[in-house]
């Protein structure tokens, strides 16, 4: 996943920069637009004063052709600067969203790790308990069984006396 996340962070990071580089081919085409304003404005008036009235016709009419292919071009790279930034932003909203989706998933998983660390504990102390228990009640049973050996040796010796007594009566 982190491997999907450094490839989607750096596509998002080229489309950005291809973004950032068509935002500044479109700032420097609106420069040139000015520029190119300004220049047809002074020529213009240059050519009211140096040239016939025949020539002027035509040179604005180039001028305006000129004009409208420099502002189709431009809304163009609009169209596709807008594209780009369409893109840019799915892709985000996606990253966004999947990261959100693996922030849950993590969430969901570390709740269940505590869940199963605490069922880990309880299981581990009644272990415990019960080991206690069974020690407890071997000690007790190896006690009565001392006891029962003992009591075992008795009921020998005090029937070996009782037959001996009976021989002797």
């Known amino acids: ?8 962070r750096n596509e998002l990071q080229s489309r950005d920069s291809l973004w950032r580089r068509i935002q500044l ?16 404005d002074v020529q213009e008036i240059q050519i ?13 009419e180039n001028k305006n052709t000129e004009l409208l292919l420099f502002a189709e071009s ?4 609009q169209e596709e600067l807008n594209k780009i930034r369409n893109h ?6 996606s990253h966004c969203s999947e990261q ?4 849950t998933e993590i969430s969901d998983l570390t709740e269940e790790l505590h869940q199963k660390e605490i069922t880990i504990a309880t299981i581990m102390e009644k272990a415990t308990l019960l080991e206690r228990q069974l020690k407890m009640e ?3 049973k190896d006690k009565l069984l001392a006891k029962q050996q003992l009591l075992e040796l008795q009921y020998e010796v005090t029937k070996s006396e009782n037959t001996h007594l009976k021989e002797m009566v």
């Open 25 to 40: 081919e479109c700032q420097q085409l609106h420069t040139e637009l000015l520029k190119v304003k300004k220049y047809k």
């Open 100 to 103: 959100e989706r693996m922030k």
């Open 88 to 93: 840019i932003y799915r892709g985000e909203q």
């Open 74 to 77: 431009q809304e163009c790279q």
């Open 1 to 8: 996943m982190e491997a999907d996340f450094s490839e989607m």
């Open 48 to 60: 009211k004063h140096q040239s016939s009235p025949v020539q002027l016709p035509e040179q604005l």
């Open 138 to 140: 071997l000690e007790t």
